[in-house]
């Protein structure tokens, strides 16, 4: 008999379950290119009110939102200003540079934070020889720093800067869904802080495809435009937002489950000898754990061997993520494979 595969290599391989199935096969739908899709509206509306923005963008992928986001607040030769491990710095392509023509001035935070005293240096100075500050991007929770979250106090001081020095703001907010189950915080206080944001639905709600990007009701008329370039412009969406109302419904407050198996892996890591997991940093659903006397690539083998996946991370971390689709008993047998594979070596 061929034991379950334990999959923590992402909440992105999540699938969606039958009850999902169902909201996606009764979905009303129409053509959303001609404004037409009924529940791709309803969608866009729930998510614009739950972070207290005028209006909202259905788009396929969170890197789309991103795009379509700095395209919108920028023009060519402007620089962004991101925390140097951020998604759209590492994940997405080079696509600031091939699609806004922008380039990306990267700082280094403490996990994946920047704060005002790091961002004032690095505005650039009127001066016709520098490209001109324009949008800094904020990521939360920070997938490469472990899922931690940026501080609701740091983003306000960040954002009253960037009125104060004419730059406009925008969140990575993937996970923000993550981060509002973890601290409370209703999403419109997050909102509240930055000028745009892309929320995705594929990662920890459980949906197959799809992410909303919020603003004001211009800056959502840009960023309109600029999907329909970058060919997501799409036609009976409905199925999808359909998945993602579901999603809201059914799979966000739920997520506290996610943490709560991060939070007991991550405390059998640092109980094994020779890997370490900064504790302070796992506060939602991303465990990144540190190997001292093992490759990760040859750890995330010997796992795959007996189907527990996870992925090396560097050359001596690996990131495990726990989702809707892993049970506490599933870490309890996650943690039986990890502590059989170190004792083998």
């Not at 129409?30 to 969608?43: P, Q, R, S, Y």
Request: hydrophobic content about 40%; charged content about 25%.
């Amino acid at each position: 008999m061929i034991s379950k595969v334990i999959d923590l290599r992402s909440d992105t391989i999540t699938k969606p379950g039958q009850a999902m199935r169902e909201a996606i096969a009764h979905a009303e739908v129409g053509d959303d290119v001609f404004a037409e899709d009924a529940t791709a509206k309803h969608l866009q509306e729930r998510v614009a009110a739950l972070l207290g923005k005028e209006a909202g963008l259905f788009v396929p992928s969170g890197t789309m939102g991103n795009q379509v986001s700095i395209k919108s607040h920028t023009n060519p030769g402007d620089e962004v200003i991101c925390e140097k491990e951020s998604h759209c710095f590492h994940y997405e392509g080079g696509g600031p540079a091939l699609l806004s023509g922008v380039q990306l001035r990267s700082l280094r935070g403490k996990r994946g934070t920047i704060t005002v005293e790091e961002i004032k240096p690095a505005l650039r100075p009127a001066d016709h020889h520098f490209p001109r500050s324009r949008l800094i991007v904020l990521e939360n929770t920070h997938n490469r720093a472990g899922g931690a979250i940026f501080s609701l106090e740091t983003m306000a001081n960040i954002y009253d800067f960037a009125k104060s020095n004419g730059l406009a703001v925008h969140l990575d907010g993937a996970r923000l869904w993550n981060a509002h189950i973890a601290t409370g915080i209703p999403l419109s206080e997050y909102g509240k802080y930055v000028d745009s944001a892309s929320l995705c639905f594929s990662k920890g709600l459980g949906a197959p495809v799809g992410s909303v990007v919020v603003g004001s009701r211009d800056f959502i008329d840009r960023a309109h435009r600029f999907r329909k370039i970058f060919g997501g412009g799409m036609r009976q969406i409905g199925i999808l937002a359909a998945a993602c109302l579901f999603a809201l419904d059914h799979n966000l407050q739920r997520l506290k489950e996610d943490h709560d198996n991060a939070h007991e892996l991550a405390g059998f890591l640092t109980s094994c000898e020779g890997i370490s997991v900064d504790l302070e940093a796992t506060q939602t659903n991303i465990v990144i754990a540190h190997f001292e006397k093992m490759p990760a690539a040859e750890f995330a083998e010997r796992c795959m061997k007996k189907n527990l996946l996870c992925i090396p991370f560097s050359a001596q971390s690996v990131r495990f993520v726990t989702h809707l689709d892993v049970y506490r008993s599933d870490i309890q047998e996650a943690m039986n494979i990890i502590e059989s594979i170190i004792k083998a070596r």
